[in-house]
């Protein structure tokens, strides 16, 4: 079975950090890029951050360069999302996803999604 399990999500004040986790099984994780989405209500679902497969290339929205770090570890089958200086617009479900042949920032493209995890910023 192919899961993706983000967990990490949680409240926070603005200016704080949280760390979200994504662990994956069920599929050949070294051979997917990773993206982390997120969704607020009444918005479409955007893209945050992805990272290759094996090579550490990564990409990041303009609203979180600076303060996001991607990363992951393909003998954990994890990924990572560091949030630091949060802010109240960061409020939104976040999802991991993960594809092959390469990062994309096109959703659609996507194979496999996890749940979601809540981060709410508060000021």
């Known amino acids: 079975e192919v899961q993706l399990q983000a967990s990490g999500g949680g409240s926070v004040q603005a200016g704080g950090s949280l760390r979200l986790s994504c662990v994956a099984s069920g599929f050949s994780f070294d051979e997917y890029a990773i993206g982390w989405f997120r969704q607020a209500p009444g918005k479409d679902r955007e893209v945050v951050s992805c990272?290759?497969?094996?090579?550490?290339?990564?990409y990041y929205a303009d609203s979180v360069r600076g303060r996001y770090t991607i990363s992951r570890d393909n003998a954990k089958n994890a990924a990572y999302l560091q949030m630091n200086s949060l802010k109240s617009e960061d409020t939104a479900v976040y999802y991991c996803?993960?594809?092959?042949?390469?990062?994309?920032?096109?959703?659609?493209?996507?194979?496999?999604w996890g749940q979601g995890t809540q981060v709410t910023v508060s000021s």
């Open positions: 996803a993960a594809r092959q042949g390469g990062i994309q920032f096109r959703r659609e493209t996507y194979n496999y």
């Open positions: 990272i290759s497969e094996t090579d550490g290339t990564t």
